[in-house]
């Protein structure tokens, strides 16, 4: 079964500065990847995805990811972080072929004005 | 158009009894998926249908159990509930079975367990 790690559960930056979230994944077979955002009060949407193809994914506001096979991570990054990307973020795994998804604890980010 | 629609969205219940949470997809999708959302766990897959067969099935114990109707609808049942059935349960829907995880989810029903 697919396991995903996801480090520094709280982050705590200031608008303008720089995330990268880290997520690593164990499978050793084919996967896709993908990030979730919750906002406070509301569901689980989806950031971005990759399934195949460039590795360096662009999502919604800004964000994107990068997928490195060797490494088996999946870190998403955003240059510049607004006060409105205070949110919970979590990567997720499934193996190709399995709609099953596992998902990593989660990293708690709180942009400060 | 409407999302991931779930019902009810809080439930308060005592230990031992049985619960029923209920799932309404996005309009024309097929495959409907639930999670267990806890803060010690994380979000845990219970199981998915597509087309009212069960397809994959998480590592939960028999109490949990769920099914889905010939118009995408599903339900999902707890029985015996324990103090640590309480959490967040959500449901998400895509539009086919290939569609590899790109879900839609809902807002989650809040169960607790008295």
């Known amino acids: ?113 | 158009k409407a999302g991931v629609t779930q019902t009810p969205r809080y439930l308060i219940k005592t230990r031992g009894q049985q619960v029923t949470l209920s799932c309404s997809p996005i309009s024309g999708h097929r495959s409907v998926s639930w999670y267990q959302q806890t803060p010690g766990q994380g979000l845990q897959f219970l199981f998915e249908y597509f087309s009212e067969t069960q397809r994959n099935k998480g590592n939960f114990p028999g109490r949990f159990s769920g099914r889905q109707f010939s118009n995408s609808r599903s339900e999902m049942n707890v029985s015996t509930l324990e103090l640590g059935d309480s959490a967040l349960y959500l449901c998400a829907s895509s539009l086919d079975w290939d569609r590899q995880g790109s879900y839609t989810f809902g807002s989650g029903t809040r169960l607790t367990v008295v």
């Open chain 1, 1 to 113: 079964a697919q396991s995903v790690s996801q480090h520094n559960h709280h982050v705590i930056l200031s608008e303008a500065a720089s995330l990268e979230l880290g997520c690593n994944y164990s499978y050793g077979g084919t996967v896709n990847l993908f990030w979730y955002v919750q906002y406070p009060g509301q569901h689980l949407q989806l950031l971005l995805k990759y399934f195949s193809g460039d590795p360096l994914v662009k999502g919604i506001k800004g964000f994107e990811a990068e997928f490195i096979k060797s490494k088996f991570s999946f870190n998403l990054r955003k240059p510049s972080v607004q006060w409105s990307d205070t949110a919970e973020y979590f990567c997720a795994v499934n193996a190709r072929g399995n709609n099953r998804l596992a998902f990593g604890k989660g990293n708690q980010v709180v942009v400060i004005p």
